[in-house]
């Protein structure tokens, strides 16, 4: 019995080890096979080069000079941007004449950059990133046939990251392009282009998250992606498994300026939604409400009056937009557009953006604690929306109980701000409320406790009466952009 025993125990321990031997075996044979895909899309991915004139006066201190890089390092052009062309005297392009004489005076050379890009249609339209033929001279389409062709640019959205390029050429092979909307989280991704210049480079990963929305981006919802992608991949194809484009390879988030697994890609559904748009009208048009807005946090929520934080606030209303026809007020909170749900204030750029222009909408806000609905007809975003940032001087200072030291603006200021009979200016922040708040030297007061504030006895008059140990909004102005900040009085101040 006992031989027996631990004969069986022999066989046991041999299939389980066999098991374990063989299971990395089975598990390589379950992944996928991109080689196919690779085949079948290859020859309809590009190589980007563009040609820029630049200007840069500054030189390299005495002594130093610039490093070797191997070519085509995206480090090259970087120095010479900033440095000149190496035993020039610093900021002078090879073979430049401006009748100095090498004492770093601003001269024009040409920078070159490199990207990638993938053919959507045999007679020559091609798709890539804006940022990649951004202020180019020249821009050159390389195939995977080795002709390089000069590429005219039909036209390109710079919100959107979008260029469309069109090459003299015919019976081109081109992608299948996909629905991005049918895409989930998990499944795998494939990636071809140029990194470094390393034409047809393929990667491979899984699709971490959609719709990611980045801080400088209002306008795409983002397909994250742990696919290795560096300088060279923007504007090139991420392929799904049956071989269609779902979406552009267009940033990274790195600390270190190389790949470090967060990739981000333009879907392919909003990037030929502004494609059509440039074949049609050379422009890319999108639905515009006029307020700027901020994320709530859980201290401002509670000042609003709401259970959680979730929605946008409004920071301001443009004047002669869409919000102000519409009936929008400074501290609102927008909670939905439409049929989409805000749950972050990044969400409703993109909602916003994406609604047809002309047409009424329903919005629904939290205003002083209440539900309301609002009825806007979307306006078209204008091209230019940025504001002039002023600066603001000090004068004559008053104190209050919050521990700041404020002022009344000039009417000039005011004039300069666009803020009519509004704000005091806060000049000085020592220990105490304000200062826990995050209020700043320099900044604005517009609002307090939802009351506007006209001058500094009205102000010290509002702060005289606010309650302690509990979170108040406050509404700032800090350079050119209005700021929701929560404020709380410890009790015993």
Not at 318 to 336: C, H, R
Not at 474 to 484: D, E, G, H, M, Y
């Amino acid at each position: 019995m006992r031989v027996m025993s631990l004969n069986k125990f022999v066989v046991y321990l041999s299939i389980l080890m066999m098991g374990l031997v063989l299971a990395p075996a089975v598990s390589a044979r379950d992944l996928p096979d991109f080689t196919k895909l690779v085949e079948q899309n290859a020859s309809a991915v590009v190589n980007i080069s563009t040609k820029q004139k630049m200007k840069h006066p500054h030189g390299l201190p005495p002594g130093m000079e610039i490093p070797d890089l191997p070519e085509g390092s995206p480090w090259g052009d970087l120095f010479r941007h900033f440095f000149g062309e190496p035993g020039n005297g610093g900021g002078h392009g090879e073979g430049d004449n401006d009748g100095g004489e090498g004492n770093g005076a601003p001269d024009e050379f040409n920078s070159q950059s490199l990207g990638s890009g993938f053919i959507i249609d045999k007679d020559g339209y091609v798709i890539t990133n804006y940022h990649v033929v951004r202020d180019a001279t020249e821009v050159v389409v390389r195939l995977q046939d080795r002709r390089e062709l000069k590429a005219k640019i039909v036209g390109s959205d710079e919100r959107s990251d979008i260029a469309l390029l069109k090459i003299k050429a015919h019976d081109l092979p081109v992608v299948k392009l996909g629905k991005s909307a049918d895409t989930k989280v998990g499944e795998w991704v494939m990636a071809i282009g140029s990194p470094f210049g390393f034409d047809h480079s393929v990667s491979v990963g899984v699709v971490s998250a959609l719709g990611r929305n980045l801080p400088s981006e209002s306008y795409v919802p983002f397909i994250q992606t742990d696919v290795a992608i560096n300088p060279g991949n923007s504007g090139g194809p991420l392929f799904n498994l049956d071989g269609e484009v779902i979406g552009i390879n267009s940033q990274i988030y790195s600390r270190t300026g190389g790949f470090m697994g967060l990739s981000f890609a333009i879907p392919i559904d909003v990037a030929l939604n502004a494609i059509d748009q440039l074949k049609t009208k050379g422009r890319v048009s999108r639905g515009w409400l006029g307020i700027l807005i901020q994320d709530i946090n859980r201290e401002l929520a509670e000042s609003f009056g709401m259970k959680q934080p979730h929605g946008a606030v409004v920071l301001k209303v443009l004047p002669k937009s869409p919000a102000e026809a519409a009936g929008f007020k400074i501290g609102d909170v927008v909670t939905q557009f439409g049929k989409k749900a805000i749950i972050r204030s990044s969400d409703l750029p993109l909602a916003v953006g994406q609604a047809p222009i002309g047409e009424k909408t329903d919005v629904s806000i939290i205003r002083e604690g209440k539900s309301k609905t609002l009825a806007v007809t979307i306006g078209e975003l204008p091209a230019e929306e940025e504001l002039a940032q002023r600066e603001v001087k000090p004068g004559k200072m008053r104190t209050n109980r919050l521990g700041i030291n404020i002022k009344d603006l000039t009417d000039e200021q005011r004039s300069q701000l666009e803020l009519k009979d509004r704000g005091v200016l806060v000049v000085q922040v020592d220990k105490g409320a304000a200062l826990e708040a995050g209020i700043r030297r320099g900044d604005v007061i517009l609002m307090l406790n939802n009351a506007n504030i006209k001058d500094i006895k009205q102000f010290n008059d509002l702060v005289k009466d606010l309650p302690e140990g509990k979170s108040l909004p406050v509404l700032i102005q800090r350079r050119k952009s209005p700021i929701f900040l929560a404020i709380k009085i410890r009790k015993g101040k």
